[in-house]
């Protein structure tokens, strides 16, 4: 059975970083590209960044580019999504999801498997 868990939420002040994990089990990490996505309150969930099954390729959405970063350590079935310079408008659960497509995906519908999301909350 696959498991996707998601750690290293909490609460930051707004300016500030963390760094999810997403430990995969039941599945070799490196035949699937990755994704991190979040969902506001009262919003849907949307794409955040993608990584090749490789590593190789990342891609972002417009509104994170060049604060956060994603990467993985297939050796150890994790991913990584650092986030710096958090805004109150990032308070999102923020899930992790697995994908065959090897190149990666920024639609929710392409993903295969979903973690249960770790709450980020950005106080200002």
């Known amino acids: 059975q696959v498991h996707l868990v998601e750690t290293g939420g909490g609460l930051v002040q707004a300016g500030g970083s963390l760094k999810l994990s997403c430990t995969a089990s039941?599945?070799?990490?490196?035949?699937?590209?990755m994704g991190w996505f979040r969902r506001a309150p009262g919003k849907e969930r949307t794409f955040i960044a993608t990584?090749?099954?490789?590593?190789?390729?990342?891609y972002y959405a417009e509104s994170v580019q060049e604060r956060f970063f994603i990467s993985r350590d297939n050796a150890q079935n994790t991913v990584y999504l650092q986030m710096t310079i958090l805004t109150p408008e990032e308070t999102a659960v923020y899930y992790c999801?697995?994908?065959?497509?090897?190149?990666?995906?920024?639609?929710?519908?392409?993903?295969?498997?979903w973690g249960q999301g770790t709450q980020v909350t950005v106080s200002s």
């Open positions: 999801a697995a994908t065959r497509r090897l190149s990666g995906s920024t639609s929710v519908a392409h993903y295969d498997y």
């Open positions: 990584i090749s099954s490789s590593g190789s390729d990342t």
């Open positions: 039941g599945l070799t990490l490196s035949n699937y590209a």
